[in-house]
């Protein structure tokens, strides 16, 4: 089969040149583009140089994932970074993103700093930066110090701001002078939901009957929303120190991120119009609105209730305002309809009042994340369009994108998911999106959270059976290299002379 499709793209390529519609140079010359990975999903070295556990060592070592995988050596990233970073000139990379593990970096989860951990980064920097790659940093990818968790319940405490705060200070002081792109923390919704409502992320708390397992540690209905209200403070924290005492001579910024998908009504009804509009306020409005007018959305604050924490006057003043650029990660649509608000006791997702569903004919559902979703690229034109326009022109970066496939080399299903998304990119700019880039999810094979390491997103496969992790270009790396070149020649001539190249 894979050997059918691969002759097919062969046919398809050489019969109808230009491939695209568009090249690199279509988009502005200042916009970025990219591959992303995060820490605990890419160095492995868990338990090497000082590095103490995070809450996903805890996690998956006790066997939590479905398929009861971890992340101990992932794609062994710690000892092979070097090795990659040829691999991204090899890809023509202009940026790659990737998070620091705050227990690599300070142990305990404030105070001293682990030298080994500090010498990593500064290693990985500094071969970036001397092969041109522009450096993107996040702050935290999901994972945080288990001593803090032990400690105060990580998230959930308002003492995480000023820890975080201090680790965020490290990483200014130590990387700041060569990293002008921070961003603070990973799709805040999805690890308050994950990690307190539904208990499919560590820490994995939740209380019946919202979660995917019995739940014996935790409250759906309102952990979510402290732990996302003290993420926004601590990002807001941030963001402030970084102005203060950085900004002037690092000349940076910082943002945040945000798990997008764009939401069309099901029905042309008014209460389904309103329900498309309301997810946007309860996915996007939960984490921008504040950080841009200092407050939750109303239609949040209305169905919420008492359970969302309120900004006290100070709060709102330094969350106000505190954000530099948008960052999305980015997958797939969202179809809703109206439903009416439960009287019982309810948890974020029955708060949004709706049912959510991946495509208009799969059944509706209450819960979250779908298991299956097809290519939607014009709804990440919309996200971006609507971004733009309700937060008041900030810059926005698309920080992930990509799709899963199975074990294969000639990935062409992922070719075709990258150019259709990069192109619903290209038209959003288009039509005045202030996109400054766009980042592939992910730059090779990784530990991914929802699946471990069965499920690929990387444009390298990486053989997570061997122990020397090899990685092998796909096909798709290919294509995107010769993209990034600006050069469909390139491309062409590349698999027509050799016909196998993806498989070196
Ligand atoms: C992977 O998926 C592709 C397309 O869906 C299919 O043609 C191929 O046989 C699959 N390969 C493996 C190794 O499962
Ligand atoms: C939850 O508890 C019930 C009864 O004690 C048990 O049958 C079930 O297997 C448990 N489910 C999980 C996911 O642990
Ligand atoms: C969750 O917290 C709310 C508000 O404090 C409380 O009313 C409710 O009983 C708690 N639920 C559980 C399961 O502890
Ligand atoms: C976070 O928001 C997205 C929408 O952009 C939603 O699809 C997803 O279900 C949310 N995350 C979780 C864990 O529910």
């Not at 519609?21 to 970025?32: H, I, Y």
């Not at 066997?63 to 991204?88: C, F, I, P, R």
């Not at 100070?314 to 797939?332: C, E, L, P, R, T």
Request: aromatic residues 14%; contains cysteine.
């Amino acid at each position: 089969m894979a050997a059918i499709a691969f002759f097919s793209l062969l046919l398809l390529l050489s019969s109808t040149p230009p491939v695209l519609g568009f090249t690199r140079s279509d988009f502005p010359p200042e916009f970025v583009f990219g591959a992303a990975t995060s820490a605990y999903q890419y160095e492995g070295a868990v338990a090497e140089d000082g590095r103490s556990p995070s809450i996903w060592d805890t996690f998956t070592q006790a066997g939590k994932m479905s398929d009861k995988s971890t992340g101990d050596v992932a794609a062994d990233g710690y000892h092979k970074y070097k090795d990659d970073v040829k691999l991204m000139v090899d890809t023509n990379l202009e940026a790659y993103r990737f998070s620091i593990s705050w227990s690599r970096l300070i142990p305990n989860g404030r105070g001293a700093v682990n030298p080994k951990g500090l010498e990593y980064y500064n290693n990985l920097i500094n071969e970036l930066v001397q092969h041109g790659i522009q450096v993107h940093v996040m702050l935290s990818h999901l994972d945080f110090p288990q001593v803090l968790d032990d400690e105060y319940a990580g998230w959930l405490s308002p003492k995480i701001v000023e820890d975080f705060t201090a680790f965020a200070d490290v990483c200014f002081r130590e990387f700041g002078d060569r990293v002008s792109y921070w961003t603070t923390i990973d799709e805040p919704n999805v690890s308050a939901l994950g990690s307190y409502d539904n208990a499919l992320f560590a820490p994995g708390r939740c209380s019946d009957p919202f979660g995917i397992t019995n739940c014996t540690v935790g409250n759906s209905t309102v952990e979510p929303y402290i732990a996302a209200h003290n993420m926004i403070l601590a990002h807001a924290a941030t963001t402030r120190l970084y102005r203060e005492k950085y900004r002037d001579a690092q000349k940076g910024g910082v943002g945040i991120n945000v798990y997008s998908s764009w939401s069309y009504p099901m029905t042309n009804s008014d209460v389904d119009i309103e329900a498309a509009k309301r997810y946007l306020d309860f996915v996007f409005g939960w984490i921008l609105e504040p950080l841009v007018s200092g407050d939750y959305p109303d239609v949040m604050k209305k169905n919420v209730g008492s359970r969302l924490p309120s900004f006290t006057k100070s709060q709102s003043q330094v969350v106000k305002g505190a954000v530099d650029f948008i960052g999305i990660n980015h997958y797939y649509s969202m179809y809703v309809n109206d439903r009416p608000l439960d009287k019982g006791t309810r948890d974020y997702s029955a708060d949004m009042s709706l049912y959510q569903r991946a495509s208009k004919t799969t059944p509706g559902s209450s819960k979250n994340i779908p298991s299956s979703s097809q290519s939607d690229p014009e709804g990440l034109q919309y996200v971006l369009q609507y971004l733009t326009k309700a937060y008041g022109n900030i810059p926005i970066y698309v920080q992930e994108n990509g799709v899963a496939s199975n074990d294969t080399l000639y990935d062409t299903e992922r070719i075709e998911y990258l150019k259709s998304y990069m192109g619903g990119t290209l038209k959003a700019v288009r039509n005045g999106a202030n996109v400054k880039g766009y980042f592939v999810w992910s730059f090779l094979d990784v530990f991914e959270f929802f699946a471990g390491p069965r499920s690929r997103y990387g444009l390298y496969r990486v053989d997570f059976n061997d122990d020397a992790r090899p990685r092998q270009a796909k096909l798709s790396a290919r294509w995107y290299s010769g993209f990034l070149k600006n050069d469909d020649i390139y491309f062409l001539n590349e698999l027509d002379s050799t016909g196998s190249h993806a498989l070196q």
